[in-house]
């Protein structure tokens, strides 16, 4: 949810990162470990007996692991376990396939051997996985924050889409880009119970406000207690009155088409191109809100700049 064009700089080294990308995963069921029969064949079972639920753990639990074996290790054999041959990449500096994901685990480990990838929450709807981390390729640095989505087809990752933005040194709120400030404070998703009413309510409320452009959106979905992690818009209902009111008046003819949703409890991700004017590019950008008590509270995303030419032909979104 961009309020300015200072917020769109995607630093480089992360774009190809993120292809990568791995962590501990908070409140995830324990990630299968390649070689130990850890869920093993659960895909070919994925649309029988076994419960949803179970499912969409699976899946958290498998894009967690190979992020992580990935990323931190150079491990190429998680990537043969997990991800489909035919893996489809849509990270514009990185071809089709798992051999180039593999080629590429190998490469970025040997350059950034202590490279950490802090994943803060995991949700997961259908057979979609969003991911949102803290990307420290050099320790000591802010580093980048970064969404990763995949889509699962028959118990593997079978395509990726990402976006990623430098961490500021400051923030226009007070809030890091990562923390839960919202009550409960904790990096779980709610129960599965809400998923479909939440994502319906953010739903409407991305069409009347980023869509329409419409700011008495905020005065219908949005809580009285509302917490902002975009670094460029101050805290409070107040605060993303006043930052998107600016950016729509700077930007007219903006358009903000949603690509995909991803909702898991009280946490609702959108996924959508933003056009600021006709004949641009735009950006690619995943809002994450947080509902409660049938409101909206708090609100992170991450934006990244769609460039000119992709290394695999299949655009961002």
Known sequence: ?????????????????????GAAVPAVASAPVAGSGTHAGFGAHAGSGYDASARLDYQKAVAADVLKGVFERG???????FVRPDYIQHNPLAADGAETLKGLAVSVHRQFPDATYDIKRVISEGDLVLVHSNVVLT????GSAV?????????????????????????????????TVSWPQTVCPGSRFLTAYNEKLVTAAVDQLLVKKDLSALDRYWG????????????????????????FKQFPQLTVTPKRVIAEGDLVAVHSHYVNAPGERGQAVVDLFRVR?????????????????????????
């Open 224 to 247: 009285s207690e509302y917490h902002q992690h975009n670094p460029n818009i101050a805290d409070g209902v107040e605060g993303a009155r006043s930052g998107l009111g600016a950016y």
């Open 139 to 142: 320790p000591g640095t802010r």
């Open 147 to 179: 969404f990763d989505i995949f889509r699962f087809q028959g118990g593997k990752i079978a395509e990726h889409w990402d976006t990623g933005q430098a961490v500021p040194e400051k923030s226009a709120n007070g809030n890091d880009m990562f923390s």
């Open 75 to 81: 491990d190429t054999a998680v990537v043969d376990r």
């Open 1 to 21: 949810m961009p309020p300015t064009t200072s917020a769109r700089r995607t630093l480089v080294a992360v774009a190809v990162s993120a292809v990568l990308l």
């Open 293 to 317: 008590g049938g409101k909206i509270v708090e609100h992170w995303d991450v934006l990244q700049d769609v460039p000119e030419s992709s290394a695999n032909g299949n655009g961002m979104f």
